[in-house]
Each structure stands twice: as structure tokens, then as C-alpha cells.
């Protein structure tokens, strides 16, 4: 796989998500006009702005130019609660709205994104397997590689999203033991490398809550 360079980061949730004692809190998503039932369209517009205004500055600069950007986002679980509510109005026979039906393609909020950001790359969305919270996939970060040698962009905004998953257990109830993971015989080796969407040093738990990273990348 090519080389990418890492242009900037964005993440949902971020440093706010920490109240004075460092414990983590759930924050609230900005509201996202024009989309509704689901937090899901929210977190990606959302976590995407960070990232974009971190390397680009704001969006309604007077000056701003198109930029080829292309837009990838990946999600293993997608968007749950818009899936959750056009079911259940078909089940019950009620009249499906149909902005549901609109946000229900992931590329309806990217192209929200690359409208607000004169972006005129391509936009991508997949669902690679084994997604992990608040990491971008190898998978992912591949396809951006690919798009970046193509030619069809200069950079590649990749977003990697999850929505809480409603039936998770609640804070206090007893959990599962961890799986014992086996040890690495010997020491590391020098090639190895932390991935580049997610976090070096000791692990973390688990996010409880909608998560989302943002990576703006190019070919180094």
C-alpha cells in the first residue's frame, strides 16, 4: 500500500467530552438540518468539520477555492436508528417519511459535506468488516491509497463512524470477562507501527457512545 501522510484529524467525541474530573460524558451532536431520526448523519457532518476546519480554516471563507478532495466514509454498523425507523413505520402500515429514505444513503450527508467545502473529489461510502470504534479501517485507509495514485484526488477526507448500539448494556450492569489475549513472544519488531487512525499507548474502553474519526490524507 502507498504512503499516506496524515494532513489533519478530527474526532467525535473530542476533549469536551471530559468534565472536570476527566471522566467521560456524553456530549450532544450539533442538529443537522434537513436530517432527523438518527444521530448517525449528524456524527459524520459533525466530526468532519473539525477535520476540515483544522486544515482548512472555516468553511465560508470568501476566498475559499474547490479543492479535489474526495470524500470516503466507512461504517460497519451504518446508520441504525434511520434503519430502525423506516421499519418500523413499514411495519406498523403508517406512510414511510420520506426524508427517511433520503438519509438512508450514507452519500446524502457527504454530499452535504462536499457542497458546504467545494470538495469535487469522489465520494465514497463502504462497509468494511471488522470495524472498530473510533478507528479508521486498514481496508479504508487502502481505498484512499488507491484513490490518491489514480489520480482522482489530491487529498481524501476518510471517515470512519459507529452508532451506539441501543441494546448495549447499561452503565452498572454486570459485564463479560474479557477475552485473555495471548502474549507476543519476544519484543516487537521495529516495522511495526501504531495504525494511523487510531491511538498509541495504553488501551482504552470501550467507547460507549456514538464515535467517529476523521483523517485528511495524502500520498507522502
Do not use: Y
Request: hydrophobic fraction near 40%.
Amino acid at each position: 500500500m502507498s504512503r499516506l501522510r496524515i494532513l489533519a484529524e478530527g474526532r467525535w467525541p473530542g476533549p469536551e467530552a471530559l468534565d472536570d474530573s476527566d471522566r467521560a460524558v456524553a456530549p450532544a451532536l450539533p442538529p443537522l438540518p434537513g436530517f432527523a431520526a438518527s444521530s448517525f448523519n449528524p456524527l459524520v457532518a459533525e466530526t468532519a468539520e473539525r477535520c476540515l476546519r483544522a486544515h482548512f480554516g472555516p468553511a465560508d471563507a470568501p476566498d475559499r477555492a474547490p479543492s479535489r478532495t474526495a470524500l470516503l466514509l466507512a461504517s460497519g454498523g451504518g446508520d441504525r436508528a434511520t434503519a430502525r425507523a423506516i421499519d418500523a413505520a413499514a411495519t406498523s402500515g403508517r406512510r414511510v417519511p420520506p426524508l427517511l429514505f433520503f438519509q438512508s444513503n450514507p452519500n446524502a450527508v457527504l454530499g452535504l459535506v462536499a457542497a458546504r467545502w467545494k470538495l469535487t473529489g469522489p465520494v465514497v461510502a463502504v462497509s468494511p468488516p471488522g470495524s472498530v470504534p473510533g478507528e479508521v479501517p486498514p481496508d479504508a485507509l487502502e481505498l484512499a491509497a488507491l484513490l490518491l495514485s489514480d489520480g482522482d484526488a489530491d487529498q481524501v477526507l476518510v471517515l470512519a463512524a459507529e452508532q451506539a448500539d441501543e441494546a448495549a448494556p447499561s452503565e452498572g450492569a454486570e459485564q463479560p470477562a474479557p477475552a485473555a489475549r495471548p502474549e507476543r513472544p519476544g519484543p516487537p519488531r521495529p516495522d511495526e507501527q501504531p495504525h494511523p487512525g487510531g491511538r498509541s499507548g495504553p488501551a482504552a474502553p470501550p467507547p460507549q457512545g456514538d464515535t467517529a474519526v476523521a483523517l485528511l490524507v495524502t500520498l507522502a
